[in-house]
């Protein structure tokens, strides 16, 4: 139930960044015609934690699990046998996966520690959108409900993972931010 409930939250969470980022119903756009800017409600280690984090869990939960038989004594059991669980979870996922780099990229997202995101570097551009062809990826290999396809899908999230998390994941030594990842504590 517990992971259940994540999801949801994450669902959740994706509809009010997107709903902060509508007028409100009869409100005239800025002058210049321009949307007023989104409210955003997260740090960037939030969204990761309530977006990312779980759905990219249901994308390696499939490695080990057949989204259509799930197996009761596992804890992704309880997504993949859901309401809206089996291959439709694992689309879902990719799709959460997908959207979530857009959500990174909104102007005035901070990190935990209240430095802005690195939005400007290319780097940080390059992973953004190794998440966004992960995802693509994931979304057609749980369409196709190839099993073979998510190990292959799971291996690339590592990889795209791994992306931004070696360069910009704050390393904590000795209590402070260290080395080459430490970019959002500039």
């Known amino acids: ?30 002058r210049g015609g321009a949307a007023p800017a989104a409210r955003l409600h997260g740090n960037l280690n939030q969204v990761m934690r309530g977006i990312l984090f779980p759905n990219s869990n249901i994308v390696f939960d499939t490695q080990d699990q057949d989204p259509a ?42 990190c935990a520690n209240g430095k802005p995101v690195p939005l400007n570097d290319p780097e940080f551009q390059a992973a953004l959108q190794g998440l966004r062809d992960v995802a693509a990826l994931s979304l057609k290999a749980a369409q196709s409900k190839n099993k073979d396809a998510m ?33 959002c504590s500039k």
């Open 151 to 183: 190990v292959d899908v799971a291996d690339k999230m590592s990889t795209a993972c791994a992306a931004c998390h070696d360069i910009y994941r704050d390393k904590i030594v000795n209590g402070k931010p260290a080395g080459p990842a430490a970019r």
């Open 1 to 30: 139930m517990r992971l259940l409930s994540v999801f949801v939250a994450a669902l959740l969470l994706t509809g009010v960044a997107a709903t902060a980022q509508q007028p409100a119903r009869g409100a005239q756009p800025a």
């Open 69 to 110: 038989k799930p197996d009761k004594e596992l804890p992704s059991a309880e997504v993949f046998g859901s309401t809206y669980g089996g291959w439709e979870a694992v689309e879902n996922a990719s799709i959460a996966l997908g959207e979530s780099a857009s959500l990174l990229a909104l102007p005035g997202r901070v």
